[in-house]
């Protein structure tokens, strides 16, 4: 049996986790200035939710997705990501009635890649979806929004970069138009590419082989091909960006993964994780309601990668907080010290009782818990309703090295240090 957990899955602890706790904290309080509410979809969903929506040359659906039978042979899927499950839950649970529906998720994808520093195959996005606003400023609002997250954390090496997939008709003809240029090329496109040529040759403009890039630099430009109504709602979308004043760049390569983006595509893109370079991106859906078997809805929303701005986060501070070590001297306190640690507890405090060895040993014991505080009584001190109050680390906490409190004021001297 092996003691390892799955390749490309981690146990996460310590800071990492901490990071990431503090990154969903400061977005989930940031989104409620924009009225999002909190959504929890189950990680396991039948695999047609996915299949259907992601597009079947989509890597994801091709290549990478945990697909298993479950005991009564029904397909089953580990979510690779979060906008599928959160349009079936908003149908699944009649939420269409109610527009717009803003939702904010975050937790644990599954995706079969490759691992490496920054990709897993199981790893963690925290994303957003806007339903049922079909105006061009639920897009700015949306990218705002992770604009205003991603600042607010520290977060400052990202750039995003921006573009329009167009309408349905206009991609369309754009498609026609590509596989023609593309069919010219059609033996030096890398394998992949060949076979996206006719199914998805939108897919090629993002390929990461250098061969289709050089290839990809002299496409029909889309812009050639956008109906006035696409071009009309992307001006709309770069005037509200504008006067929000938020940064970005225009990139007619961006094209997304997945089928199911239409008019706004975007990404949040950093150069400081080496080809991991993608932190989030996002899209607008509208046809993807409907798609499921829903209302014909529109939606834009986005997904950004969890262990991705962990490791960009700046150093983050903790605030200064006391962590008290109980420290009774004898074997007959135990009990007082038991007593004692739970009300700290009761009242707000970190702390920690600590009963054997010598007090040399206990006291370093209490600093490796990253105590700054002990509180140590022998029956002395217990007969003089005192207690001692001593400083372990010189960190933070402004106080004497030690001082005697009577019992009765330990909670409010306390309080007094922090
Ligand atoms: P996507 O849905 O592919 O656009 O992913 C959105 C974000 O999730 C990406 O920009 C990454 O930050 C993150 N992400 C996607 N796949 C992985 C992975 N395998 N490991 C770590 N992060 C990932």
């Keep these: 049996m092996s003691l390892q957990p799955v390749r490309g899955m981690r146990d996460l602890l310590g800071e990492e986790l901490d990071r990431q706790k503090h990154i969903v904290k400061t977005a ?181 082989d250098e061969n289709d890039q050089k290839i990809s630099a002299n496409t029909p430009k889309f812009e050639a091909y956008l109906s006035s109504e696409s071009k009309a709602f992307f001006e709309t979308v770069l005037n509200g960006l504008n006067i929000l004043k938020i940064d970005f760049e225009l990139n007619p390569h961006l094209v997304r993964g997945l089928d199911y983006y239409c008019h706004t595509a975007f990404e949040f893109k950093t150069t400081s994780l080496g080809a991991q370079d993608a932190l989030g991106g996002g899209g607008r859906y509208d046809g993807l309601m409907q798609q499921m078997g829903g209302p014909s809805i529109p939606g834009v929303g986005w997904a950004v990668g969890l262990d991705r701005l962990a490791l960009l986060l700046p150093e983050f501070q903790t605030k200064p907080s006391l962590r008290i070590a109980v420290i009774p001297i004898g074997d007959e306190l135990e009990l007082e010290a038991i007593r004692l640690t739970q009300e700290l507890r009761l009242k707000g405090f970190t702390s920690e009782i600590f009963l054997k060895g010598n007090l040399g040993k206990r006291f370093r014991q209490a600093d490796k818990a990253l105590c700054n505080i002990a509180v140590v009584f022998g029956s002395d001190e217990l007969a003089q309703k005192k207690v001692k109050v001593r400083k372990l680390q010189s960190v933070e906490i402004e106080t004497n090295k030690e001082t005697f409190v009577d019992s009765s004021q330990l909670i409010s001297h306390l309080s007094s240090l922090i």
């Design 28 to 208: 989930e309080e940031i989104a409620t200035l924009y009225n999002y509410e909190s959504i929890e979809t189950p990680i396991v969903e039948y695999t047609s939710v996915f299949k259907r929506t992601l597009g079947e040359t989509s890597d994801i659906v091709g290549k990478e997705m945990y697909t298993f039978s479950d005991r009564n042979n029904e397909s089953m899927t580990l979510r690779p990501e979060g906008t599928a499950s959160v349009i079936r839950a908003i149908i699944s649970e009649k939420l269409t009635q109610t527009l717009p529906q803003k939702r904010i998720y975050s937790g644990p994808m599954f995706r079969y890649e490759r691992p490496q520093k920054g990709r897993y195959r199981q790893f963690y996005q925290l994303g957003v979806e806007y339903l049922g606003q079909d105006s061009p400023f639920a897009d700015v609002e949306c990218i705002a929004l992770a604009d205003h997250i991603l600042k607010t954390l520290g977060i400052v090496d990202y750039k995003i970069n921006l573009n329009t997939l167009g309408d349905m008709e206009s991609r369309q003809s754009y498609k026609g138009a590509l596989i023609k240029y593309f069919s010219k090329y059609e033996n030096d496109l890398s394998e992949d590419s060949q076979s996206r040529l006719h199914r998805n040759p939108l897919r090629i403009l993002d390929s990461k």
